[in-house]
Every structure is written in structure tokens, then in C-alpha cells.
């Protein structure tokens, strides 16, 4: 008996998760497509085609569904980022840029809920994007410079490439014409641009050779 209870408890873990990863995977797609303060509990009860209160019971609000929804994202979407730790550094840098991409075209919803979607100035959701800015910008700067701790003239550098990134990244999945192959390439060279712009700035910051060669 205490086995067969077990065994219940656990086939009762899984479907909650499981319920629970679909209500997520469904809200991602309801507001990539519709703001934050437009949709209300009714419509995404209709939408998921469940019961109101099983999201309250999963999230207690519609705020805490929605930072449900980017907190999954974002960690998916860093996930994909920050592969190759044992690759060489310029290497790791392309894997970086086409993970993110890769990410963004095969989960353009989830993206466009990162980047673009929102709490209006929610401080913790900004709070969870700015943590996404600053996780890209350490994985290039550990490619670049080969450490994660960077001063702050070469941190704006790298994140202001960064946004620029998120900016290019949203027209590309609503307007494909490049490939993924070009657009990655396009991103290294700008990329190469910054740390090139860096280094003249602070030159303990020195562009890879890499970098240089993008010129």
C-alpha cells in the first residue's frame, strides 16, 4: 500500500507539471499576441479552454502567471545562449549568437513575450529581462575577454549590442528574408564592430583578434 500510494503521488506530481507547462506554453502565445493589461482572467480561461480558478490555483494571479510565463522563457532562451562553455573563444561567441537566434526562430511567441511583451513598468518583470541583457553579456564578454567580469565602459559596449540584438532579432522573425546562417554572420560583424569600438575606448579591453579581422 504505501507503494501504491507512493506511485499515485508521483503519477500526481507529473500530470500537475504537466498541466502546468501547457497552461505556460499556451499563455506564452496569448501575450506575444495581445498586451498585458488586454487580456483579462475570463479570456485566457477561454482561451485554454480550462476552468479560472485551475490558473488560480497554479499561479494566484494573472501577474504571477505572467512572471511564470517569462521566468520559463527566460531561462529557456539562456538555456540556448550559453551552450559551448568548452569550446574556443571565438567559436563560443558564433554558438552564442546562433543559439539565441535558433531560440528566437523556433520560439518566436516566447521571444516576443521576453523582449516585447509586458507588465506595462512592472519592476520585477524588467527585473527578469534585465537579468537575460546581463547573462548574454557575460557569455560574450567569458568568448571575448575570457572572464565574465568586465569594467563598466566594455559591459555598455557589449549590452548596447546587446539591444540592439533584441531590436534586429523581433524584425527578423516578423519580416524573414535572411536566413539564419546570414543572420548570424551579420550579428558577429557588428558585434566585432563593438569590441573593436572598446578596445579604442579601453584599451584593457582588447578585441579579440577574431574581432579585428571582422573589420
Do not use: N
Not at 516566447?110 to 507588465?119: E, N
Not at 569594467?151 to 531590436?167: D, F, K, N, T
Not at 528574408?177 to 554572420?185: A, P
Amino acid at each position: 500500500m504505501p507503494q501504491q500510494r507512493a506511485a499515485t503521488q508521483v503519477r500526481g506530481t507529473e500530470r500537475s507539471a504537466a498541466r502546468r507547462a501547457e497552461l505556460i506554453a499556451i499563455g506564452r502565445k496569448l501575450f506575444a499576441d495581445t498586451s498585458y493589461d488586454a487580456l483579462s482572467m475570463d479570456d485566457i480561461a477561454r482561451h485554454a479552454q480550462v476552468a479560472k480558478g485551475l490558473i488560480y490555483y497554479y499561479f494566484r494571479s494573472k501577474r504571477g502567471y505572467y512572471l511564470a510565463i517569462v521566468r520559463d522563457s527566460v531561462a529557456d532562451l539562456v538555456t540556448s545562449a550559453a551552450g559551448g562553455r568548452g569550446l574556443p573563444a571565438v567559436e563560443r561567441v558564433h554558438r552564442t549568437i546562433d543559439g539565441y537566434l535558433r531560440y528566437a526562430e523556433t520560439h518566436q511567441a516566447a521571444y516576443r513575450t521576453i523582449v516585447s511583451g509586458g507588465v506595462g513598468f512592472d519592476a520585477e518583470v524588467h527585473a527578469i529581462r534585465d537579468g537575460v541583457r546581463e547573462a548574454i553579456v557575460a557569455t560574450i564578454a567569458e568568448g571575448a575577454y575570457g572572464r565574465g567580469e568586465i569594467a563598466p565602459l566594455a559591459r555598455m559596449g557589449l549590452l548596447s549590442w546587446v539591444c540592439g540584438v533584441e531590436g534586429a532579432t523581433l524584425d527578423w522573425i516578423d519580416r524573414p528574408g535572411l536566413s539564419r546562417d546570414t543572420m548570424r554572420e551579420l550579428l558577429v560583424k557588428t558585434l566585432g564592430g563593438a569590441l573593436r569600438a572598446i578596445e579604442e575606448l579601453d584599451p584593457a579591453h582588447p578585441a579579440p583578434p577574431a574581432a579585428r579581422r571582422d573589420g
